[in-house]
């Protein structure tokens, strides 16, 4: 039988050593690995950069947070646990990613912000909200390590009360429980004005009150000592509870019952003046309200200024007033009621207590000097 040629140069073209084609497939076969080599050369770089990347968010986070110790190592961690999220993401997520970071930095640093604040600026919340317990309950959570800092919708937060806060809401609701200086300090120069004018309007004063109460924040109006001489909160809960029912609420209603000639309770005191106060509907009458409040203690600070007639016992002589003053001596005068008004104005020219009274017609027997 004879033999297959095609089947001997086969047998041979296999035994014999590889030479050219086997040299080209060996340098293919090469750069496949040289390539896969760079690939993975280069997708190592990139991770590493990615990884720097969050990184420095991270640290930006931890930087702006304050937290020290226990805190701060727990914030590290739960920063780390999201690396392989960011690194592994398109560029979507990345970005997304970045942006939750810096949100997250930025509350951290409002958070700080709002520490440092209520530890430089307690004494200026006012008392009514620092002695309560949602005042407590946020100050002990601003003064500690942020245990009570809460997360939502990737965001930081506190819990206050039954509701959560964000750092920017909390610090609008500090802000809105601060005693407002401001109003205290341009209530004073009002009146100031007020009493150096030497004449007094009911009705000029309250249009001027109105005016002051509309820059004002009312929260403070209503629950500090703005006036220097108590809140409008506490002063009308111990007004009430010198009237009787039937004068706070009318003779014969059903809400002054039985009670009608008894003194208001403090209870009910109470809870007459948080009705105004937080009702929406009395709005308008808590405005008229604070309104005849300050206008009230306005008027008062005038009239404790000026002469007023009083009765001595030590002196027979009629028409005797005094200048009742808290920066100066106590000064008395014989005057009568129509020189009062001309007095007063002769005491700008007094010197430590001594007042040339000039009154008085040059006919007329002249008064003696003080």
């Known amino acids: 039988m004879a033999v297959d040629k095609t089947l001997i140069e086969g047998a041979a073209f296999a035994a014999a050593p590889l030479g050219v084609q086997g040299q080209e497939i060996s340098t293919a076969i090469n750069k496949v690995a040289q390539a896969g080599l760079n690939y993975m050369v280069a997708k190592k770089a990139n991770y590493d950069i990615i990884d720097s990347q969050y990184r420095q968010f991270a640290e930006n986070v931890l930087d702006y947070s304050g937290l020290q110790g226990e805190e701060f190592s727990l914030l590290y961690d739960q920063l780390m646990e999201g690396k392989d999220d960011y690194i592994q993401g398109n560029t979507k997520d990345r970005s997304m990613k970045i942006r939750e970071l810096q949100v997250l930095a930025n509350d951290y640093d409002s958070y700080k912000k709002l520490r440092e604040h209520i530890a430089v600026n307690l004494n200026?919340?006012?008392p009514n909200f620092t002695t309560s317990e949602e005042g407590e309950d946020l100050i002990d959570a601003l003064e500690g390590e942020g245990k009570a800092l809460t997360p939502k919708n990737g965001r930081l937060g506190l819990k206050v009360g039954d509701n959560w806060m964000s750092m920017t809401d909390l610090g609008s609701y500090i802000q809105s429980n601060s005693i407002d200086i401001n109003a205290k300090n341009s209530l004073a120069d009002l009146t100031s004005k007020i009493i150096n004018n030497k004449s007094y309007n009911t009705q000029g004063t309250s249009y001027l009150i109105d005016n002051w109460m509309q820059g004002a924040n009312k929260h403070s109006l209503i629950y500090d000592n703005i006036t220097g001489q108590?809140?409008?909160?506490?002063?009308?809960?111990t007004d009430l509870q010198t009237q009787t029912y039937n004068e706070v609420y009318g003779p014969g209603t059903n809400i002054a019952g039985e009670k009608?000639?008894?003194?208001?309770?403090?209870?009910d005191a109470l809870t007459i003046v948080d009705s105004i106060v937080n009702s929406p509907g009395?709005?308008?009458l808590l405005d008229k309200e604070l309104n005849k409040f300050f206008t009230d203690n306005?008027?008062?600070k005038f009239n404790s200024t000026r002469p007023v007639k009083i009765d001595d016992d030590d002196d027979d002589e009629e028409g005797r007033y005094v200048l009742q003053s808290d920066d100066g001596p106590t000064i008395r005068v014989n005057a009568d009621e129509r020189e009062v008004g001309k007095f007063y104005a002769d005491m700008q020219n007094r010197d430590a207590g001594f007042v040339e009274y000039t009154g008085v017609e040059d006919d007329e027997e002249e008064p003696p000097t003080v």
Not at 230 to 237: A, E, I, L, R
Not at 260 to 267: E, F, I, N, Y
């Open 124 to 126: 200026t919340l006012s």
């Open 230 to 237: 108590g809140s409008y909160y506490s002063k009308t809960v």
């Open 260 to 267: 009608g000639d008894q003194l208001v309770s403090k209870q």
């Open 282 to 284: 009395n709005k308008s």
């Open 298 to 300: 306005t008027n008062n």
